[in-house]
């Protein structure tokens, strides 16, 4: 079935320090899904951080990056320099499947803690 | 002002009792959906709506009825409640583009004893 596995938390970096969560999808159901990452900051809403449409495509926002590899079905996010207030809960998830009905399939979720 | 109001925060049930969890959006969406997250398990869909129809139901239970008297709400009835119910239900919206950004409400978190 469609399944999204990412990176088993908590992740801690130091501020400053690159970071990358791995996101690995399984879609059976359609070729090319839609990806997205959400983001839990403490206290607050499931919110949309980027998302990427077409396969080998980039998104970007608020300093964070994910590329759509169709090849290796991966959309990892990285950040190349952490701060403090990125600490928060990030979730990968998968759309576009089951005829088109708004379903997203997420994954666990992935806890960074970032230290000053 | 919170876009998605989803009330009560908390609820606790006993077993076999019947609970509404309440969900309004006032960012004028079509769409509007219903997930639920268990411990230690993803956020998990449950049904979507569009223009107050369903569109997708994937719960396999039909203990839980969504219930759409307004454009911009969307309540859940749970009947027959069991402990594997406990779980903190999210309500979302988007607009009717199934690509677009999905909105998220504070959840509420159900306890069923």
């Known amino acids: 079935g469609d399944s999204v596995t990412q990176t088993e938390g908590p992740v801690t970096v130091s501020e400053s320090e690159s970071l990358i969560i791995n996101c690995t999808y399984s879609?059976?159901?359609?070729?090319?899904?839609?990806l997205f990452w959400y983001v839990r900051y403490p206290g607050e809403g499931l919110q949309l951080l980027l998302k990427?449409?077409?396969?080998?495509q980039k998104g970007s926002s608020r300093g964070f990056e994910a590329t759509y590899n169709k090849e290796t079905t991966s959309f990892h996010l990285q950040k190349a320099s952490v701060q403090e207030s990125d600490s928060a809960v990030y979730y990968c998830?998968?759309?576009?499947?089951?005829?088109?009905?708004?379903?997203?399939?997420f994954g666990l979720g992935t806890t960074l803690q970032v230290q000053p | 002002d919170p876009k998605i109001i989803q009330k009560p925060k908390y609820l606790v049930a006993v077993t076999g009792s019947e609970k509404i969890l309440i969900c309004e959006q006032y960012?004028?969406?079509?769409?509007m959906y219903w997930y639920r997250q268990s411990a230690k398990k993803p956020l998990e869909f449950m049904f979507s709506?569009?223009?107050?129809?369903?569109?997708d139901n994937q719960t396999a239970s039909s203990r839980f009825q969504p219930q759409s008297s307004k454009k911009n709400h969307l309540d859940l009835q749970i009947t027959a409640l069991k402990p594997d119910d406990s779980a903190t239900y999210f309500c979302?919206?988007?607009?009717?583009?199934?690509?677009?950004?999905?909105?998220f409400g504070p959840g509420t978190r159900l306890t069923v004893l």
């Open positions: 998830a998968l759309g576009g499947i089951t005829g088109n009905t708004g379903k997203l399939i």
């Open positions: 960012l004028g969406h079509n769409a």
């Open positions: 979302a919206s988007s607009q009717e583009d199934w690509t677009a950004e999905q909105f």
């Open positions: 709506y569009s223009y107050q129809k369903l569109m």
């Open positions: 879609a059976t159901s359609i070729a090319y899904p839609n």
């Open positions: 990427v449409i077409t396969a080998g």
